[in-house]
T-cell receptor, first 113, second 116 residues
Framework: DAKTTQPTSMDCAEGRAANLPCNHS???????VYWYRQIHSQGPQYIIH???NNETNEMASLIITEDRKSSTLILPHATLRDTAVYYC??????????????FGKGTRLHILP | GAGVSQTPSNKVTEKGKYVELRCDPI?????LYWYRQSLGQGPEFLIY????????DSGLPNDRFFAVRPEGSVSTLKIQRTERGDSAVYLC??????????????FGPGTRLTVL
């Protein structure tokens, strides 16, 4: 079973920041938080990951609470192309042999024009 | 550069038939994964290869499903005696195996299998 809880769906206006929450209250000390997204009819695409510090890349920012029990993915200026299902995933530290991804149902994000 | 490719993109077959789905990983990626995605669900892990060997096949639903990767590159997922419940999108992913640093999985576009 997935170790994360996400809202089923969210709407966001184009040009605004999209904030996608994720709860992972049972995360252990050596587990990372990863985010992937899946645009319709495509395979999942990696977005960002983090352990305990906030992270930012060209796609998004990841804010992890101090107790690591929840996180928020932020798309700073959402566009229509960001409409997708967003998966929050907890995984062991990189390089672990048990490397499969356990996906939940994710959050279906609709960007509204 | 070329990403993960999967063929065919769509496969329609009849109940009871045998099918093979092919995955070409990114060149040089030693790890290869198969997932299955049913409508409205997230991808579900099936099997993971490290080189030629299956490191984890715990996700294969039953013995009708089998996968090979004989030369450590291309992989084939084989399904015998297909059932209507096997209808899904079959996703393949590959990654480098690193002793440190994250090993992002790159996914292909999937093969949509429909069993009539």
């Amino acid at each position: 079973d997935a170790k994360t809880t996400q809202p089923t769906s969210m709407d966001c206006a184009e040009g605004r920041a999209a904030n996608l929450p994720c709860n992972h209250s049972t995360i252990s000390g050596n587990e990372y938080v990863y985010w992937y997204r899946q645009i319709h009819s495509q395979g999942p695409q990696y977005i960002i990951h983090g352990l305990k510090n906030n992270e930012t890349n060209e796609m998004a920012s990841l804010i992890i609470t101090e107790d690591r029990k929840s996180s928020t993915l932020i798309l700073p200026h959402a566009t229509l192309r960001d409409t997708a299902v967003y998966y929050c995933i907890v995984r062991p530290r990189p390089g672990n042999r048990d490397d499969k991804i356990i996906f939940g149902k994710g959050t279906r994000l609709h960007i509204l024009p | 550069g070329a990403g993960v490719s999967q063929t065919p993109s769509n496969k329609v077959t009849e109940k009871g038939k045998y099918v093979e789905l092919r995955c070409d990983p990114i060149s040089g990626h030693t790890a290869l994964y198969w997932y299955r995605q049913s409508l409205g669900q997230g991808p579900e892990f099936l099997i993971y290869f490290q080189g030629t060997g299956a490191a984890d096949d715990s996700g294969l639903p039953n013995d009708r499903f089998f996968a090979v990767r004989p030369e450590g590159s291309v992989s084939t997922l084989k399904i015998q005696r297909t059932e209507r419940g096997d209808s899904a999108v079959y996703l393949c992913a590959s990654s480098l195996t690193l002793s440190s640093g994250y090993n992002e999985q790159f996914f292909g576009p999937g093969t949509r299998l429909t069993v009539l």
